[in-house]
Nanobody, 123 residues
Framework: QVQLVESGGGLVHAGGSLRLSCAAS????????MGWFRQAPGKEREFVAA????????YDADSVKGRFTISRDNAKNTVDLQMNSLKPEDTAVYYC????????????????WGQGTQVTVFS
């Protein structure tokens, strides 16, 4: 049974940092690109970052470049999202997802999804 379980969300002041983590099980983690998406109230789910299975290449949305960093640990089957310099517009539910594609940035590129973790940034 495939499971993706996110943790680390919470309430943070603007300019602060949070680290999200996603624990994966039930599939061959090292063969999947792992990504993070987010969805704010009333908005579409949007791509944030991904770390490919082929060699660790990462892809970031323009809105988070220089502030967010995705990393993975294939030994632990985890993928993290370090979020720095947080802004109120980063407030959203953050989702971990897994894809067999090399450079997936679209929601439909992903095969498995977690339940999400809430991140709220206040000014």
């Amino acid at each position: 049974q495939v499971q993706l379980v996110e943790s680390g969300g919470g309430l943070v002041h603007a300019g602060g940092s949070l680290r999200l983590s996603c624990a994966a099980s039930g599939f061959t983690f090292r063969r999947y690109t792992m990504g993070w998406f987010r969805q704010a109230p009333g908005k579409e789910r949007e791509f944030v970052a991904a770390n490919s299975w082929s060699g660790g290449s990462t892809y970031d949305a323009d809105s988070v470049k220089g502030r967010f960093t995705i990393s993975r640990d294939n030994a632990k089957n985890t993928v993290d999202l370090q979020m720095n310099s947080l802004k109120p517009e980063d407030t959203a539910v953050y989702y971990c997802a897994a894809s067999q594609r090399l450079a997936p940035t679209m929601r439909n590129d992903y095969d498995y999804w977690g339940q999400g973790t809430q991140v709220t940034v206040f000014s």
